[in-house]
């Protein structure tokens, strides 16, 4: 069974109501909701905000499904020079980047799991990229509207693969941006959950794939336009690239 988790309530919402035969369960004040999508038996869920309440719904969720992979969405702050907004990263590996158990353990490190880094699936992350490019390029304009798109200055978005940092901070300022860049060169994103996920899926020995749209600059202006972004641009796309996912045939 095909997990969908997402960091934004917009996105889980377009997925549940795409499913048919919907089933809900909660736990944890969290409701897991069961059905089919496009086809597909998934079960999907709002994650909740930071890497403590994500790591506590993935893991529900691998204790109650038989989930045998996992996706992950949501939206981030782009860090790395020259990603736009509306652009999207798919994770090859990601980092929290506020651990830091020195000097018993190396910075990054995580007690215990002798590693920094946590890679994603290679086919997961393939089938990925190969799919949102396909929205990018030809299901973007008829789901976003060209209001929007004027507003966030979104042309045809790029798609890049990279480094995705993790951590319960929201950044909100220039001066984070440069802090983190030169604390973790080579970082694409920055976010609040896919770290912790990606953590506990490692330690489950369950594939996972983290892709997140860029709705902001990480500085002084996503205060402004997160909300925005959200509510009228996030979800369209989680739905998007995971349609087009599921129609190439590779699952």
Do not use: W
Not at 212 to 239: G, L, M, N, Q
């Amino acid at each position: 069974m095909l997990a969908i988790v997402s960091a934004m309530s917009e996105e889980i919402a377009s997925v549940i109501d795409a499913l048919e035969g919907v089933k809900t369960r909660e736990f944890g004040r969290r409701q897991f909701h069961t059905g089919k999508f496009h086809g597909h038996e998934v079960v999907a869920v709002f994650s909740r905000y930071g890497k403590v309440a994500a790591a506590a719904t993935v893991t529900q969720l691998l204790a109650s499904y038989p989930v045998d992979r996992l996706i992950f969405g949501g939206v981030a702050g782009g860090v790395q020079p020259g990603l736009a907004i509306g652009d999207i990263v798919v994770a090859t590996d990601l980092v929290q980047h506020d651990m830091d158990a020195s000097p018993l353990f190396p910075r990054y490190e995580v007690p215990l799991l002798g590693k920094a880094r946590f890679a994603t699936d290679p086919g997961l992350r393939a089938g990925l990229v190969s799919a949102a490019k396909l929205f990018a390029e030809h299901d973007l304009a008829s789901h976003v509207s060209q209001t929007e798109r004027t507003f966030f200055k979104m042309t045809v978005p790029q798609v890049v693969e990279g480094m995705v940092a993790s951590g319960d901070k929201f950044f909100s300022s220039s001066a984070g941006v440069r802090d983190l860049r030169e604390r973790l060169p080579g970082v694409c994103c920055v976010e609040m959950e896919g770290a912790a996920v990606a953590q506990v899926c490692d330690e489950y020995g369950i594939p996972f794939a983290v892709v997140r749209t860029i709705s902001d600059s990480a500085d002084e202006s996503s205060v402004h336009d997160f909300p925005r972004f959200a509510r009228e641009i996030a979800r369209h796309y989680s739905k998007g690239v995971l349609v087009r996912y599921l129609n190439l045939g590779t699952v």
